[in-house]
């Protein structure tokens, strides 16, 4: 009776468990594709950035604050592009459908490199340099 009861108990973690998995499984595939975060109100925007189909970010340099760092990025064009920081999680990608995108960073006092990770595009000069202090 006993053992019964247990053995429903664990049958129930394992699907809860698989359940997990494949949650997990699923974020874990449409997080870096397509759709960003949604942006929030402006007041809570840091920088805005603009991204140029001649390979550049508008503006190439940052300074920013240490802590929470909030970026827009612009489509300012037609070309799909994203901006990312090197060594940090994040992304903000648009596309020509979107013409916008924001992404959330956690900052420490540095420098950091941000680009655009779409092949061809960094190496083209699609980069920047941000200061945190
Ligand atoms: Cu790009």
């Given amino acids: 009776m006993r053992n019964v009861a247990l ?4 049958t129930r973690l394992g699907f809860a468990a698989a359940l997990l998995m494949v949650t997990a499984g699923a974020s874990a595939c449409s997080s870096d ?4 975060e949604p942006c929030p109100a402006d007041d809570q925007i840091n920088v805005e950035i ?5 390979f550049r970010f508008d ?3 940052l300074e920013a ?3 929470k760092f909030v970026v827009k990025l612009l489509e300012d064009g037609s070309l799909p ?3 990312r920081i090197k060594g940090l999680d994040g992304v903000a990608t648009v596309d020509a459908s979107t013409k916008s995108a924001c992404a959330t960073f956690s900052l420490a006092k540095g420098s950091y490199t941000y680009y655009c990770s779409i092949s061809g595009h960094e190496t083209a000069g699609m980069k920047g340099t ?3 202090s």
Avoid: C, I, M, W
Wanted: proline share 4%; no cysteine.
């Fill in 59 to 61: 503006p190439a340099a």
């Fill in 130 to 132: 941000l200061t945190v």
């Fill in 33 to 36: 594709s397509a759709k960003a």
């Fill in 65 to 67: 604050k240490e802590g």
């Fill in 7 to 10: 053995r429903t108990a664990a």
């Fill in 81 to 83: 592009h994203n901006f």
């Fill in 50 to 54: 603009n991204a140029l189909d001649k």
